[in-house]
Nanobody, 127 residues
Framework: QVQLKESGGGSVQAGGSLRLSCATP????????MAWFRQAPGSEREGVAA??????RIAYADSVKDRFTISQDKNILSLQMNSLQPADTGMYYC??????????????????????WGQGVQVTVSS
């Protein structure tokens, strides 16, 4: 189901930056958890970054740590992506869940923990 709306994708060369945004239909509350996922053709969906535990904890996949930053402001969830690499290419999705009980990074980066999803936006990084 398409319940959120991503924007900001596109094509960049390696080393470039993109900022993705996800619009939600209401303000994001501390009791929500939210995350970004990505999926390359033929691959499983991968958790990229997440905010959980009443907004006090942030989880990142090892592959994007120190390059990507997840943030939230009112009804907008964002993902700042710096130093992009070809391996970052894929479809990026935002996801949220209300009344979130997630307390671990592993669960926060698991797609089946979330109930609200966007339709995805393509990110392509060329060398």
């Amino acid at each position: 189901q398409v319940q959120l709306k991503e924007s900001g994708g596109g094509s960049v060369q390696a080393g470039g930056s993109l900022r993705l945004s996800c619009a939600t239909p209401r303000n994001i509350y501390d009791s929500d958890c939210m995350a970004w996922f990505r999926q390359a053709p033929g691959s499983e969906r991968e958790g990229v970054a997440a905010i959980h535990t009443l907004g006090r904890r942030i989880a990142y996949a090892d592959s994007v740590k120190d390059r990507f930053t997840i943030s939230q402001d009112k009804n907008i969830l964002s993902l700042q992506m710096n130093s992009l690499q070809p391996a970052d290419t894929g479809m990026y999705y935002c996801a949220t869940i209300r009344g979130c009980a997630i307390r671990t990074a592993a669960r926060a980066l698991s797609s089946d923990a979330y109930t609200y999803w966007g339709q995805g936006v393509q990110v392509t990084v060329s060398s």
